[in-house]
């Protein structure tokens, strides 16, 4: 397995947000989930750009048209422009869900407790595929065909890329002490954009190259 040091490239902070749950980037904007609703930034510039007052309890994620946010024990879709919520399926977590990410056509959610990934069908909310951590799992996101993932236990947080078939541990990448990851998203490149839970910010760390 291969390990390495995170490396930091970039912190954003928010005034009045103390706390990021969800991660997402939509090819422009990086959207974050926090008590005050989801919001928006500039990643080149760091301005703050969107808000809408929407429930946003934890992983946020993308399709390419909608953005899809996690308010306790429901997963809605959300108009990007308007901000209104189209709908919405149950999460398979009941309440104790965590990261989120769009890919294959299918929502992918971080189980935080139960150290779960469920992958599901966008339309229902059912199940479709389950991968087993051995940490409490936050953040989720997929580039490349590599599955990521966020951990936070015991006071430390890594990233993960796992087997998406078997959850095996292929690559970890270690927060610096003291950094916590809740919500991650790649941004399709050489960043993860990685919420920093009760820090209030949004971290921006170099995705490891293979090799």
Known sequence: MKRSAAEVLREYTFPGVEHVHGVSYDGQQVWFASAQGLKSFDPASGKALRSFDVAAHAGTAFDGQYLFQIAEDRIQKI????????????????????????????????????????????????????????????????????????????????????DPQTGKVLEKVDMPAGMHVSGLESDGGDRFFCGGATSGKVRAIRRPRRG
């Open 79 to 162: 108009d990007p422009v308007t901000g209104q919520v189209l709908s919405s399926i149950p999460a398979p977590g009941g309440g104790g869900d965590s990261g989120l990410a769009w890919a294959e056509g299918t929502l992918w959610v971080g189980q935080y407790r139960e150290r779960k990934i469920h992958q599901i069908d966008p339309q229902t909310g059912k199940i479709l595929r389950t991968i087993e951590s051995n940490r409490f799992v936050t953040g989720v996101t997929w580039v490349d065909g590599e599955l990521w993932h966020g951990t936070l236990e015991g006071g430390e947080s890594d990233l993960r890329r796992v």
